[in-house]
């Protein structure tokens, strides 16, 4: 009876090692995996507001771009995306919006609005 006792126990001991083996391949796996393939970094959240009167969209004298929006129309929120767009949540001076905004191109992509003034 002894020896049954033991072999299973020496069966569950051999058993644990395998599985502690085993998950320490995977953990190994993972941590390569995200080596080679890092994460973009997290989304930014910025608060400002907009001051300048409406403009159409375009490049004025100084390079900069600007956007016709009403006046009162504040930046709710930015949010950057691992394409290299950015997401600018718009409030204020009407319904509130959001805009693709390239900054590479100096264009907006979409604009969508979330609602009737």
Known sequence: ???????ALL???????????IGSLALVGVLVHRMMHP??????????TV???????GADAAGDLVMDEA???HVQAV????DGLLAVVLGGGGADRVVLWDPAGRRIVA???LGHP
Do not use: H, N, W
Not at 39 to 48: D, I, N, R, S
């Open 51 to 57: 001051t300048a009167p409406p403009v159409i969209m």
């Open 111 to 113: 604009r969508l609005v």
């Open 1 to 7: 009876m002894e020896k049954q006792g033991s072999r």
């Open 71 to 73: 006046p009162g129309t």
């Open 39 to 48: 994460a973009p970094a997290p989304a930014a959240v910025v608060a400002g």
């Open 11 to 21: 069966a569950a001991v051999i058993g644990m090692g395998v599985l502690l083996f």
């Open 79 to 82: 949010t950057a995306r691992p």
